[in-house]
């Protein structure tokens, strides 16, 4: 048969066959539906990828990535230079930074709060969309949980994955990863216990600042302005350029806080040579300090975000 | 679904210091497509706070599907759809995603909600923008996306907020005519608004709320009585009807470019188009007059004290 | 109230241009960048309630901006009562505009916002804030801040505000937006008034059945140029290549169409069920609205109904944007 005349019976038989026509119309949902618990944690999920620029332009990607990337600078040098250096004596070894020194407070880090928490609050204040909310199986306290959860989550990554790879760095450049490894297993438990605070903690003043004002440059500049002044004053009252030991006023430095709580963890003692060393219960003082800091920051948040009137 | 009403207001009151903004309002809504008409705005909002659990009645009850808000608002909310009056969505994420996004904050599973954000937003029509980001979108196409988000996790009633609200007479059109499929989807409608011809055109039941206390409620068929008078409209002649008509006792008035006539059966009717035929006249238009809703609620808003 | 003087000679059979005119648009373009906002526009507005008709961006804004001299025009020119809204301050003295959007500075009550305006214009009279609110119903609210008004309480106060300075022009921009049935009845009869008083009235609004009761006369744009001008039924008259539909219901509907069919006047006949009648076409409406009662006779038909399907402003309008 010529290819003509094969369409023509595929034709002929079709035809025979009858036709039909479907109904696109609107189909009822009768799946799963989750309640509270599915709808916050969509709403974490939705707020991640909104702070990492998921799923809109690459320009909203380029900062948050950045970013990561500069942190994750020194694990990498460190690396390196252990790499250079894998072949002299132990006694030589160049470690230019410890664990316990990079779970610290970097620009970088600190650009990254200021950046992307009032992206995740500001916009939805701004552009109205909390409206959207209230049609919706969540509460103004699942809204804050949604939101802390999912910058939390996001700082820990980041401060968290440098970590990871100067451990893995170390690892591979030392005489004998297994050694290595099971030589520095409390890096396990104290990097991430410590990350996790400092996360915790950044997250709360960030989104607390940010829950304030609808704009994101407002927030973003509040934020940055809390650090400097606190740190600035804290220096201030401290005084005392050639130190000669600590005292209480190294508490209201909001941006170092959460570091002697990690040396607290690292140490198990306040360093002699941080600001509050030397004072009396100085780690009872800052560990109360912490809590009273995310205290307040949550409670401004659960007032910002109560939608019930009472 | 359960049968049984969508929405029963038990006496309810809400005060604030300095005014009532509902009072005593009872009233048994059907299923089906509801509109919700106030004067002096507040009543209105004040409903859909009190709906949606987020404002407590100080006095009475209200029962949403059968729930009593009160006692479950978590579970109401996830029978129902809002659609705010003023712009409320991402300008800078697609329609895609953001009606797929809101799908998941209901409750679905990410997969159906992406499914269904797909069929919903091609039901409203806007199947060939949804990939682009609403900060691109008309007036008419977020009211549509606006639309699509409340909708789009099948809820069991909807609330809109001057739907047609900012849109010109083409896209009003448009957007009556999707509220009113809402109705074929198994979706009932609240719809709040002060145009009282959307009302008409497009509701089977009518709460017309007038400084919190209840005005009107009932079937638009019913709200919308025929009169016993006939209007009838034969041009610039029409004066010229009155004398032969009361000739065979058909008492006619000639106002405002048309005549009306009192017909009591369908004989004086045969008698009425007759006469006209033999005065050689153009008949152009013969309707029992019909009130209109906007005159329902001034007659009844004038009735209270 | 004495009405204006005439401007320029009125070619007077042009519905475009209304009699004893106060408002002369003549050739007027406006563009920005790109975008042509008004395209050779030529019209003029008189004493009486002109109602100001168009799809979104057709330009009635920009028209109205062009009029009251907020805005240049790039081509053309703009009259008010003779003289030229940009250069000549005097204008204003006797023109006002309610925009649309929300611009009352906040912190004020209704009567110190009414009484600021007053003051600006020069208003000497003391009792003119009150009886510009009490025009518009809102006396006894007076004294309550404009930010807790409802969006239709906030345009009334922009009424009173644009009255208070007894302007010979008002120019409203969506001045029924947001006002409830009871406010928006009163707010007609208002403008009504005010056109009666010979005061030049244009109004813009999207609720065309609210048009119709209070606007005799229309002007309609789209896309920035003139598609139609006056009354709304003589508008449709005139469209007289687009087939009227007349919706007929009587007791014997495949009868009547078995007659009307035989017409010459009908184009065509549809049965629809839904309005439980007929509906017939025509581009001879009153030779058929003459032919119907004689065929009904005739064939023993009983008429309940008979009603044009597009005689509303609303189907007008469809019919021109189409």
Known sequence: ?310 | MTSGSLLRLDGLTKRYPGTTALDGLSVDLPRGRIGLVGANGAGKTTTFRLLLGLAHPTEGHIEVCGIDVARDPIGVRSRLGYMPEHDCLPLDQTAADVVATFGELSGLPARAARQRASDILDLVGLDEARFRPIGEFSTGMRQRAKLAQAIVSDPELVLLDEPTSGLDPAGRDDMLALVSRLGSFGISVLMATHLLDDVQKVCDYVVMIDAGRLVVAGTTASLLERTGTVTVDVGPRGPELVAPLGAINLRAVATEGVVEVEISNDDELDLLTDCIARLELPLYRLSSRVTSLDEVFLHRTEELP | MTSAASVAPVPDDDPAFAEHATVLVENVSVWFRQKVALSELSCSFGPGVTGLLGPNGAGKTTLMRAITGLIDVNQGAVQIEGKDPRRDRQVFRRLALVPEDEAVPGGLTAREFVRYIAELHGIADRHAPDDALQSVEMLDVGDRNVDEFSKGMRQRTKVAAALVCDPHVLVLDEPLNGADPIQRLHLISLFQRLGADGRTVIVSSHILNEVERLAPRVIVLINGRLAAAGGHHAIRDAMDDRPRHVLVRSDAGRRLAAGLIALDSVGGVTFDSARDGLVIETLRARELATALPRLARDESIRLFEVRALDDSLESLFRELVR
């Open chain 1, 1 to 310: 048969m010529s290819p003509v005349q094969a369409g023509r019976a595929e034709a002929i038989a079709a035809e025979a066959r009858g036709g039909a026509v479907y109904d696109r119309g609107y189909r009822p949902y009768d799946g799963p539906r989750g309640r509270r618990g599915a709808a916050t944690f969509a709403l974490y999920k939705a707020s991640m990828r909104r702070a990492l620029g998921i799923r809109r332009s690459w320009r909203q990607k380029v900062a948050p990535f950045a970013l990561l990337g500069i942190v994750t600078i020194p694990a990498i040098v460190n690396v390196g230079i252990g790499y250079v250096t894998r072949d002299r004596f132990l006694s030589q070894r160049i470690q230019i930074i410890s664990y316990r020194e990079y779970v610290g407070v970097s620009a970088a880090l600190l650009l990254f709060v200021a950046l992307v928490s009032p992206d995740v609050l500001c916009p939805d204040r701004r552009q109205h969309v909390l409206p959207l909310m209230f049609a919706r199986p969540i509460t103004g306290f699942d809204y804050v949980v949604a939101k802390l959860g999912a910058i939390a989550t996001i700082l820990f990554a980041f401060s968290f994955l440098p970590q990871v790879v100067l451990f893995v760095g170390n690892m591979l450049v030392s005489d004998s990863a297994l050694n290595y490894f099971t030589g520095h297993l409390w890096v396990l438990w104290k990097v991430p216990a410590a990350v996790a605070l400092l996360a915790i903690y950044y997250t709360v003043i960030g989104i607390a600042i940010s829950s304030l004002t609808d704009r994101r440059i407002v927030a973003g500049a509040s934020i940055i302005g809390l650090f400097l002044v606190t740190s600035i004053s804290s220096a201030i009252f401290v005084g005392d350029f050639e130190f000669r030991g600590g005292s209480a006023a190294g508490l209201i430095n909001v941006l170092r806080l959460p570091l002697y709580l990690r040396d607290l963890i690292f140490l198990t003692h306040i360093s002699p040579r941080s600001p509050l060393g030397g004072v009396n219960n100085g780690g009872l003082l800052a560990v109360v300090t912490y809590v009273v800091v995310l205290a307040v920051g949550v409670t401004v948040l659960l007032r910002r975000y109560r939608w019930v009137e009472r």
